[in-house]
T-cell receptor, first 117, second 114 residues
Framework: QQQVKQSPQSLIVQKGGISIINCAYE??????FPWYQQFPGKGPALLIA?????SEKKEGRFTISFNKSAKQFSLHIMDSQPGDSATYFC????????????????FGKGTLLTVNP | DAGVIQSPRHEVTEMGQEVTLRCKPI?????LFWYRQTMMRGLELLIY????????DSGMPEDRFSAKMPNASFSTLKIQPSEPRDSAVYFC????????????FGQGTRLTVV
């Protein structure tokens, strides 16, 4: 059972455009939603994260939008740059659940973003 | 800090051989995760250690896989015997839970079993 569904699988955007990647989750107990960025040959690295007590979080050109009722969250990259070309993973975990295996991150399958110059 | 260090970076082995992947987490971190990444299945959690104790190994695919964390600064993931379907990139990540939610990943070990 895939608990976090990510779309699209791949995305091509022109420089300066907006990149949008969507994720949907099933487990209503999830309360921590990070996005990770991965460049070829590297491990994933945390980009931005959100808790469900807010509907939006912005850091520079990157914004997470969160819709708790729809169990969906998305990553928006404004003014996309060729250097943003990478694979993006959404993830979810249970943070307030008292520890143990709740902390483990469940990842989406990733979106390969290509920003053309 | 040098970050999470994994070795080797690349491993090519023949089917049936034993493979050992190594990980040194960030100093001071109390949690360590092993992930496997493939095109078909994405990033899958194999096992999670907290304070050197395995907390969740439900993602370990079968008995051919085993993981150990003998101390806070070292962990191994062993595959014996290896099979071609084990070919993947294996990542180790560490965190300081619950204070810091970020997982810091190593650069991965690309395993090819021929």
């Amino acid at each position: 059972q895939q608990q976090v569904k990510q779309s699209p699988q791949s995305l091509i955007v022109q420089k300066g455009g907006i990149s949008i990647i969507n994720c949907a989750y099933e487990n209503t107990a999830f309360d921590y939603f990070p996005w990770y960025q991965q460049f070829p040959g590297k491990g994933p690295a945390l980009l931005i994260a959100i808790r469900p007590d807010v509907s939006e979080k912005k850091e520079g050109r990157f914004t997470i939008s969160f819709n708790k009722s729809a169990k969906q969250f998305s990553l928006h990259i404004m003014d996309s740059q060729p250097g943003d070309s990478a694979t993006y993973f959404c993830a979810a975990s249970i943070w307030s659940g008292g520890g143990g295996s709740n902390y483990k991150l469940t990842f989406g399958k990733g979106t390969l973003l290509t920003v053309n110059p | 800090d040098a970050g999470v260090i994994q070795s080797p970076r690349h491993e090519v082995t023949e089917m049936g051989q034993e493979v050992t992947l190594r990980c040194k987490p960030i100093s001071g971190h109390n949690s360590l995760f092993w992930y496997r990444q493939t095109m078909m299945r994405g990033l899958e959690l194999l096992i999670y250690f907290n304070n050197n104790v395995p907390i969740d190994d439900s993602g370990m695919p079968e008995d051919r896989f085993s993981a150990k964390m003998p101390n806070a600064s070292f962990s191994t993931l062993k595959i014996q015997p290896s099979e071609p379907r084990d070919s993947a990139v294996y990542f180790c990540a560490s965190s300081l839970l619950p204070m810091n939610t970020e997982a810091f990943f190593g650069q991965g070990t690309r395993l090819t079993v021929v």
